[in-house]
């Protein structure tokens, strides 16, 4: 019987950002640790700090606030990238052995030996503990909101093995922040909130199907399921319907919010964005589609600036 080769424990993760921070500048001690939470792909906590920015800059407009309050801004920011990167050291736990038989993830740490399941699971509840102090933060309203939104997160990694939509059940999860900023303002929920929610599951449907076209050959070997396997040739039709889909709630979330013009002007350039992507997109280019689904990092600037801009021009 022929002995495994030993892993290098510092070697990078397959699709890492290049030259990122984790593996060109991190202490030899915590870089498994980044990778396993993500720290060098960056695109994954902008994904879920995008609604929360949205609803806190569109909170601070029906508020009558000329900017968001800076305070939730700050908060957000850090339990975006301590809650993904539980998240995703969650969803490797529970995909480890997917994970060897996928050619772009047999790299991360768990599969590759960078790290066992015990220091995965140690590293887990630090990172839920630093969600948990700045969820503290809040107001009793948003604690409990925040905290209901862990039983999506518990069950997201099972539905690739039983629903074609688990992108679905991403956006779910991914999304919540688009309730917590008005929660954080507010004390509680409206009309505006809830179809800003809404829009972002749509919208983070599209652009995770993107990012699961890198995969399809893989994990159709291995049985696991996704939008993109489902869309399949009709990708560009769906991601077309979905974006849509994504612009209409949102600018309905704006009208109940009471936004000015410039609001609905950055999300005008935001589907402009959002179109952009569709006629590129290259469902046999895996380079293509991380390139695009990174791009989404834009898409979340300009209608984040546009409600910003917004507020600041009304109440200034």
Known sequence: MHKRPATNVFSAVADAVGGNWVDTRAPDWLKPYGRLARWDRPIGWWLLLWPCWWSAALAAGAAGQAFPNLWHI??????????????????????????????????????????????????????????????????????????????????????????????????????WGALMGWAATFGRLDVAPV????GGISWTIAYDTIYAHQDKEDDALVGVRSTARLFADNTKAWLSGLYGIAVILFAAAFLFAGAGL????GLGAAAGHMAWQVRRLEISDPDNCLMLFRSNRTFGWILFAGLVADSAYRFV
């Open 74 to 175: 700050l908060l957000f920011l850090i339990g975006a990238i301590a809650m993904r990167g539980a998240g995703c050291t969650y969803n490797d736990l529970v995909d480890k052995d997917i994970d060897g038989l996928v050619e772009r993830t047999r790299s991360r740490p768990i599969p590759s030996g960078q790290v066992t399941t015990g220091q995965a699971k140690v590293f887990l509840v630090l990172q839920c503990a630093a969600g948990f102090v700045v969820l503290l933060q809040f107001n009793g309203f948003a604690i409990l909101l925040g905290a209901s939104s862990l039983l999506v997160i518990a069950i997201y990694p099972f539905m690739k093995r039983l629903t074609d939509w688990p992108q679905a059940f991403l956006g779910l999860a991914f999304s």
């Open 195 to 198: 179809l800003l929610y809404c």
């Open 262 to 265: 410039l609001a609905y002007a």
